[in-house]
């Protein structure tokens, strides 16, 4: 029973990425979509903000479905999931600002509340927040839940930011990106912890994606460089697409060595 658990422990480790280059590229890249993703099809398609969320949010629960059920770390299946929950995110702060004109002051505050919440109940509940530690359904969950609030806060603190404070778009990203650059010499250079680094650099790269979709997207008289959401969406896609099927391929040949290393030991087993 023990070999059976600790077998299922080792797959569900494997849901979760390494963080590595690719992975904090991939996760910019999914953020600044969840921005201009969201504007596409709500206005440029005129599907508006209820109905793209009620479409995204079906293809999330959808691609969430899949995830869970998975037993192991599927490039395609998890990074469709970060760049849909990126998208819904982005519609639920949109939402409570444009049809419920909440705030922005508020929704930050709600959305960082609320972050904190999750990180306090996962972290009483498991004693642990490191996502190297996810081998079950329950931490999972708490997971992806996490996610979901560091993208909606992520959008609210964006658009406070270089709306609400009237800082800009690229003012804005550019203290977003310095604050990155601080988190990360932080723990590179004076060893702080890992765990807490990465979550902190996880969340501020969601503004910091909102401040470049809208940088690259608005159009000159609103201080952005015009490009159009739906350019700046598709070469995002296009470019994420492939850095997935990189991943894929890397995983296939990785998981064929370890299967031929397998057979080799059993095979000198039985001699």
Same mark, same amino acid.
């Given at each position: 029973?023990?070999? &059976?658990?600790?077998?299922?422990?080792? !797959?569900?480790? @494997?849901?979760?990425?390494? #963080?590595?280059?690719?992975?904090?590229?991939?996760?910019?890249?999914?953020?600044?979509?969840?921005?201009?993703?969201?504007?596409?099809? @709500?206005?440029?398609?005129?599907?508006?903000?209820?109905?793209?969320?009620?479409?995204?949010?079906?293809?999330? &629960? #959808?691609?969430?479905?899949? !995830?869970?059920?998975?037993?192991?770390?599927?490039?395609?299946?998890?990074?469709?999931?970060?760049?849909?929950?990126?998208?819904?995110?982005?519609?639920?702060?949109?939402?409570? #600002?444009?049809?419920?004109?909440?705030?922005? !002051?508020?929704?930050?505050?709600?959305?960082?509340?609320?972050?904190?919440?999750?990180?306090?109940?996962?972290?009483? @509940?498991?004693?642990?927040?490191?996502?190297?530690?996810?081998?079950?359904?329950?931490?999972?969950?708490?997971?992806?839940?996490?996610?979901?609030?560091?993208?909606?806060?992520?959008?609210?603190?964006?658009?406070?930011?270089?709306?609400?404070?009237?800082?800009?778009?690229?003012?804005? &990203?550019?203290?977003? @990106?310095?604050?990155?650059?601080?988190?990360?010499?932080?723990?590179?250079?004076?060893?702080?912890?890992?765990?807490?680094?990465?979550?902190?650099?996880?969340?501020?790269?969601?503004?910091?994606?909102?401040?470049?979709?809208?940088?690259?997207? !608005?159009?000159?008289?609103?201080?952005?460089?015009?490009?159009?959401?739906?350019?700046?969406?598709?070469?995002?896609?296009?470019?994420?697409?492939?850095? #997935?099927?990189?991943?894929?391929?890397? /995983?296939?040949?990785? /998981?064929?060595?370890?299967?031929?290393?397998?057979? &080799?030991?059993?095979?000198?087993?039985?001699?």
């Amino acid at each position: 029973m023990n070999a &059976a658990r600790g077998k299922d422990n080792a !797959q569900m480790l @494997s849901k979760v990425p390494e #963080v590595t280059i690719i992975f904090w590229a991939i996760k910019v890249m999914g953020t600044t979509i969840g921005e201009t993703a969201a504007d596409f099809l @709500s206005a440029n398609l005129g599907l508006g903000l209820t109905g793209t969320s009620f479409i995204m949010g079906g293809l999330l &629960a #959808v691609s969430l479905f899949i !995830q869970l059920r998975s037993r192991k770390y599927v490039p395609w299946i998890y990074w469709t999931t970060v760049v849909l929950i990126s998208i819904v995110g982005t519609l639920i702060t949109d939402n409570l #600002v444009d049809n419920f004109g909440v705030p922005l !002051q508020l929704t930050t505050t709600i959305f960082g509340f609320a972050t904190a919440s999750i990180f306090a109940l996962w972290y009483r @509940s498991e004693k642990t927040l490191s996502i190297h530690s996810i081998y079950t359904l329950k931490r999972e969950l708490y997971y992806w839940v996490a996610i979901l609030f560091t993208f909606a806060l992520g959008t609210a603190a964006g658009d406070l930011s270089a709306e609400g404070l009237r800082l800009g778009y690229a003012v804005s &990203a550019l203290v977003f @990106s310095v604050l990155i650059g601080a988190v990360t010499v932080a723990h590179y250079r004076f060893r702080v912890n890992a765990i807490a680094t990465f979550w902190l650099a996880y969340i501020l790269t969601r503004p910091l994606g909102a401040s470049c979709g809208d940088l690259l997207t !608005q159009s000159a008289a609103n201080g952005g460089l015009g490009l159009g959401a739906a350019t700046i969406s598709i070469l995002y896609l296009l470019t994420i697409t492939g850095l #997935v099927v990189y991943l894929t391929l890397i /995983q296939n040949k990785i /998981q064929r060595e370890g299967n031929a290393g397998a057979i &080799a030991g059993e095979g000198d087993r039985t001699d």
